[in-house]
Structure formats: C-alpha cells, structure tokens
C-alpha cells in the first residue's frame, strides 16, 4: 500500500544552519505530496505542497521538489530561525485521505 | 483565512462513555475527514465524508464509531463506549474538490 518514509527525529540545529528533512514515499499513480507542520500545541498547517513530478513546493523559505525517479520530497530550508522549531511531517494524497510520515521533531537553538 | 475549528479543545471522559466531537469545516468545502494521532505516533486516517454518507474508512473506525453532518455547518465524530486506547488527539480537516486538507487545532481526548 501507499506510505510515507521520514527521517527520524529530533534534528537540533543552530539558527543559520541549512536544514535538510528526507522524504522518501511508496505510491501507486501519481499522488500530491505535502508538508505539514504542528508548532507547538497547535494543530497541522500546510506549509507546501507539490501535484506533479519536478513541480518544486515553497514557502516560508522551505522548498520541497516532487522527484519521481528517487520518489523523494526532501524538505529543505536554507537558513533556519528559532520560530521554525516544530514537529514536520510529509504525507502524500492517496484517493479521499491523507497519508502522513511519522513525523521529524525539529529544534533550532538561538 | 477562513479555518477549520474544533470542540471542545480537550475533552475527559470516563471508559464505557459516549463522547461526541465537533468541528465546523470551512464554508465552502464539501469533503469532510476525521484523522487520530495517539501521542508520539502519526497522524492517522480514520474517515472522509463526502454527500452525507462516509466515502472510505480505515481499519481503526470500526462500529464503534459513527460521523454525522447534523446540520449544515458541523461535523462531528462519535465515539459509542470509549476505551482506553481512544485516548489520542482527533484532527477534523476539510477541503474544496482537488484542493488541499485544511486541519483544525484538534480535540485532546483523554480516556480515563
């Protein structure tokens, strides 16, 4: 079946640092591949997403790119803040649900 | 930015109770979807809901559980006699056709 693949947490970083969280997805057909992210006590919010392959998701200075030959959607951030500590999570769409990763806990120190 | 919103924010209740949670979907969006994640565990699918009846279920909504769109703005998950294990934070998403899940802020759900 379909499933998402994440590396595990947590990721501790200084502020500045380049940021680099593995995606890796088993799919039948061509789903949409997400990032969500879940600060603290707060629910799951969309941070990028991608429909097809090469198509590259952005925002906040995150960029994700749909690879279908490596079935990757590695997020990346070039310079991370502290208010980028949350949990991430990559799912894919696959018909009427979301299917998400188990989730990389992200810390970034001052 | 229009959202999804969830009540109540944290619910305890005793084993063998009845527990009802509510969300209030974005107007416009017509699918409707109820996700768990028990704590240090992923996020996981429990129902979509689309037209007024369930479009796919996962293994975990068994007969205990029961979803309704009681009127034309809620969405609510109910669970018959919770057990222990119900214990877990519920997500409500919506969405528009073809369009991205929007979540609610969840319901804590603590089983004592």
């Known amino acids: 079946g379909n499933s998402v693949t994440q590396m595990e947490g947590p990721v501790t970083l200084s502020e500045e640092a380049f940021l680099t969280i593995n995606c890796t997805y088993t799919?039948?057909?061509?789903?949409?591949l997400f990032w969500y992210v879940q600060y603290p006590g707060e629910g799951l919010q969309l941070l990028l997403k991608?429909?097809?392959?090469?198509d590259k998701g952005s925002n906040k200075g995150f960029e994700a790119t749909y690879r279908k030959e490596t079935t990757s959607f590695h997020l990346e951030k070039g310079s991370v803040q502290v208010s980028d500590s949350a949990v991430y999570f990559c799912?894919?769409?696959?018909?009427?649900?979301?299917?998400f990763g188990s989730g990389t806990r992200l810390s970034i120190r001052p | 930015e229009p959202e999804v919103t969830q009540t109540p924010s944290h619910q305890v209740t005793q084993m063998g109770q009845e527990v009802i949670l509510r969300c209030v979907p974005i107007?416009?969006?017509?699918?409707f979807y109820w996700y768990r994640q028990i704590l240090g565990q992923k996020v996981e699918f429990l129902v979509s809901?689309?037209?007024?009846?369930?479009?796919?279920k996962s293994e975990i909504f068994d007969d205990q559980f029961s979803v309704e769109r009681p009127d034309g703005s809620n969405f609510t998950l109910k669970i018959r006699s919770t057990k222990l294990e119900d214990s877990a934070m519920y997500f409500c998403?919506?969405?528009?056709?073809?369009?991205?899940?929007?979540f609610g802020d969840g319901t804590r759900l603590s089983i004592l």
């Open positions: 799919a039948t057909g061509y789903p949409s």
């Open positions: 799912a894919l769409s696959s018909w009427a649900k979301i299917i």
């Open positions: 998403a919506s969405s528009a056709e073809n369009q991205p899940q929007h």
């Open positions: 991608a429909t097809k392959a090469d």
């Open positions: 107007s416009n969006h017509l699918y």
């Open positions: 809901f689309y037209n007024n009846e369930i479009s796919e």
